[in-house]
Structure formats: C-alpha cells, structure tokens
C-alpha cells in the first residue's frame, strides 16, 4: 500500500469525514488491513479564510501554510498528497512544485467521473473565489459539459460559511430548487458542502470529497 498525506483542515470537520470516507472505501477493495494515512491539520488564521469565503480575495495568503503542510507531510513518510478542498486548488501547482512526491488533483479526478457518467450539463455549487477564476469551468467546458451557474452566488457563500462554523442545519436541497430549476444533476465543487447533502432528495449529486476520497483508495491500493 502506498501512505497518502492529507493536507487538510479546510475545514476540520471535512478533512476527518474524509478520512473515514478513505478508510472505508480502502476496506470494501482490501480485506486486509487498513490503510496509512498522515493527516496535517494546517493551521490557518480565521481571518484569512473568512476573507477567502466572504470576500473572494486573499488566497494567496494560504500559499505558505500549504507549502509548509506539503513538505511536513512529504517528510513524514507520505508517497503522495491530496487536497480536499476545491478552491485551494487555485494553488495547486505552487504546492506541487514544492515537493517531490505527486498530488491528486480534485478538479481532474471530478472531470473522470463526469465524464465516465456521460454527463453534459452540469449545476455547480462553489465558492465566489473558485467561480470568479474559472477553477472548474475550463476544464468542465473544455470536455463538452455545459455548466449552470447559480442566480444568488451569495446564498451560496452563506451556506458554505456557516458549514465551516459547524452549523449544519442547511437545507441544501430548498437553495438548489430556487437556484437550478430545470438542472438536476448538481456538482459539489466545495467539499464542505456534502456536510449537508443528506437534505438533497431530488437532485443527482455529484461530490467531490467523495470522488477524491474514491480516487485517494485506488491510489492507496495501486
């Protein structure tokens, strides 16, 4: 088996129900034994990631503690790396370069699935800062998936934040019937998201904390 390294924290809540989601998907595949996994729980300044969700600006204040969190994990012993978190993918090959062990990539392995599903239009739900940059939008565009967009990104945004306060009594399913009346397949392109994705019964969801938790499996197993 190959020892993932889990830069996370992004947020707490998230990064552990990753964890168990890996743990689990590596026992359904092997029988065995259970799997090695180092977890850096990156210490981030509230103010700079309430700046990130609130504002929209600010990522480049992460860069340093995920630089720092790649090499501490890389040094631990792991043989590569994952990030679940979409928007902190914005970073993503400032924090490859900076080690010598590969990164999982959360946008790719969600564009393998989408397209393994045959999907050609897809809902997203992310935050401000990854919408505004085109994190998912190139790549989905540029394999054939027609993206839908919410009306009121700020609802989204509030949604997001309060997840990561720990208040999970979100109705994910009430925002996706005033945001996407005529799209029923849904992308979750901000892991904190699945928090509430009980509350969803009537949309088709794709989640990318579990599609990398999929793909962080078969890497392990690999």
Not at 24 to 42: E, G, H, Y
Not at 174 to 202: M, P, R, V, W
Request: glycine share 4%; with cysteine; charged share 20%.
């Amino acid at each position: 088996m190959k020892t993932v390294g889990i830069i996370g924290g992004f947020g707490p809540v998230t990064t552990a129900k990753f964890q168990l989601m890996v743990i689990d998907k590596v026992r359904r595949a092997n029988q065995t034994s259970r799997p090695p996994i180092l977890s850096w729980n990156t210490p981030i300044p509230l103010s700079i990631e309430n700046k990130l969700i609130h504002h929209g600006n600010g990522i480049k204040l992460f860069l340093p503690f995920l630089i720092n969190a790649a090499k501490i994990l890389e040094k631990a012993g792991a043989d590569f790396l994952v990030l679940p978190c979409n928007t902190l993918h914005l970073l993503f090959e400032d924090i490859a370069g900076s080690v010598n062990i590969p990164i999982l990539n959360i946008i790719d392995e969600t564009i393998k699935k989408l397209k393994q599903q045959d999907i050609h239009q897809i809902g997203l739900l992310a935050t401000k800062c990854s919408i505004d940059a085109k994190l998912h939008i190139g790549k989905l565009t540029a394999n054939n998936i027609n993206v839908v967009f919410p009306a009121n990104q700020n609802q989204v945004d509030t949604a997001i934040s309060r997840l990561l306060t720990n208040d999970l009594d979100i109705n994910l399913e009430e925002i996706l019937l005033q945001e996407f009346h005529q799209t029923k397949d849904i992308l979750l392109g901000c892991t904190d998201l699945q928090l509430a994705k009980s509350s969803i019964n009537n949309h088709n969801i794709f989640d990318s904390l579990e599609i990398l938790a999929e793909a962080t499996a078969r890497e392990i197993l690999n």
